[in-house]
């Protein structure tokens, strides 16, 4: 199995940054693909901004040009600066990995237990 352990979640003021880390350990062969996610009261989980084993990223439209995600391979770790944060940005935000555990095994998606990011106006 895979756990992830996130961190980093705060109450901030509008305009202020924050970083959130989420480091991924267990039985890991493989990681395809690390990133991050919201969920807001009464709205849908969506996609914040992920990052390839390759280095390639994806950014929800709403946070381009304020966030930046980047990995560390190595330690099997993905942050999320945030800047610029907005009260909408407020949510419980959750880290995925998709990876798999054995070279035999099928790609799995695996979830962090949120941590929740508040701005305030």
């Known amino acids: 199995q895979v756990q992830l352990v996130e961190s980093g979640g705060d109450l901030v003021q509008a305009g202020g940054s924050l970083r959130l880390s989420c480091t991924a350990s267990?039985?890991?062969?493989?990681?395809?693909?690390m990133g991050w996610y919201r969920q807001a009261p009464g709205k849908q989980r969506e996609l914040v901004a992920a990052?390839?084993?390759?280095?390639?990223?994806d950014y929800a439209d709403s946070v381009k040009g304020r966030f930046t995600i980047s990995r560390d391979n190595a330690k099997n770790t993905v942050y999320v600066q945030m800047t610029s944060l907005k009260p909408e940005d407020t949510a419980v935000y959750y880290c995925?990995?998709?990876?798999?555990?054995?070279?035999?095994?099928?790609?799995?998606?695996?979830w962090g237990q949120g941590t929740q990011v508040t701005v305030s106006s």
């Open positions: 995925k990995v998709i990876a798999k555990t054995a070279w035999h095994s099928s790609f799995k998606d695996y």
């Open positions: 267990g039985s890991i062969f493989s990681i395809v693909s």
């Open positions: 990052i390839a084993s390759g280095g390639s990223t």
